[in-house]
C-alpha cells in the first residue's frame, strides 16, 4: 500500500459522519489544561526558553501524554503551548494565538526574545537589499518593518506585546508578558508586563 491509498480524510473531524462542530471543539477543550503560550525564535539554543517560562509561571511542560483505554494519546497534562518563530517575534504568532484560544483557552501569553539571536545580527534595510538582488523581489511592504529584526530587545518586546494586545484575535482577558531569555545563564528578565483590563461583567 502507498502512503496516497491511504484515506487521509477520515482524519478530518469537519469531514466525520454526524459532525457538530460546537461539540468538536468542547472535546478539544478537555485534551490539555492551556494556561500560557510562549513564544519564542526557532533558534535551536533557545529551546530552553519553555523550560525556564514553566518555572516562572508555575506551569506544567512537557507533562505527560493522557491515553484512552485503546492506548491512543488523547491528551496532555501540560498547560505550555510553544509558539517557535523567527526572532519570537509576535508578528507570526498572532494566528496562533487565536487558534489556541478558540480550541483550548488561554490565560497568559508569554512573548520571549533571547542574547545572541541572529534576529539581531542584520537591519531591515539589510533584508530587504539582499532580498532585492539575491532573489529579484521587493519584500518592503511584505511585512511591518518593526518586526523583521531587533534592533534593541525593549522595543522589540514593546512593540510584540501591544501588537498582540491590539489584535482582535486576542481575547481581552489575558495577560501578556515580554521577556529576554539570556542564552548562557538560562536565565529570564522581565521587560513587559501588560496585564489584562479588569472589566466589570
Ligand atoms: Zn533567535
Do not use: W
Amino acid at each position: 500500500m502507498t502512503a496516497v491509498d491511504k484515506n487521509f480524510e477520515a482524519y478530518v473531524f469537519s469531514k466525520r459522519p454526524g459532525y457538530v462542530e460546537k461539540e468538536v471543539r468542547k472535546e478539544f477543550a478537555n485534551l490539555m489544561p492551556l494556561r500560557t503560550i510562549v513564544i519564542f525564535c526557532f533558534d535551536p539554543r533557545a529551546m530552553g526558553i519553555p523550560d525556564a517560562v514553566a518555572r516562572e509561571f508555575g506551569e506544567v511542560y512537557p507533562g505527560e501524554a493522557i491515553q484512552d483505554e485503546h492506548g491512543n494519546d488523547v491528551g496532555t497534562t501540560t498547560s505550555l503551548l510553544n509558539v517557535v518563530v523567527a526572532g519570537g517575534r509576535a508578528m507570526d504568532a498572532l494566528r496562533s494565538i487565536t487558534v489556541g484560544q478558540h480550541l483550548l483557552g488561554i490565560e497568559n501569553i508569554v512573548v520571549v526574545h533571547h542574547t545572541h539571536c541572529g534576529a539581531t545580527s542584520y537591519t531591515a534595510d539589510g533584508i530587504i537589499d539582499a532580498f532585492r538582488h539575491e532573489h529579484g523581489v521587493d519584500i518592503s511592504d511584505l511585512y511591518p518593518r518593526e518586526s523583521v529584526c531587533i534592533t534593541d530587545f525593549e522595543s522589540s518586546l514593546k512593540y510584540d506585546t501591544e501588537l498582540i494586545r491590539n489584535s482582535d484575535g486576542t481575547p481581552k482577558h489575558v495577560n501578556i508578558y515580554g521577556y529576554v531569555y539570556d542564552i548562557d545563564t538560562g536565565k529570564l528578565t522581565k521587560l513587559i508586563e501588560n496585564l489584562a483590563s479588569h472589566n466589570p461583567e
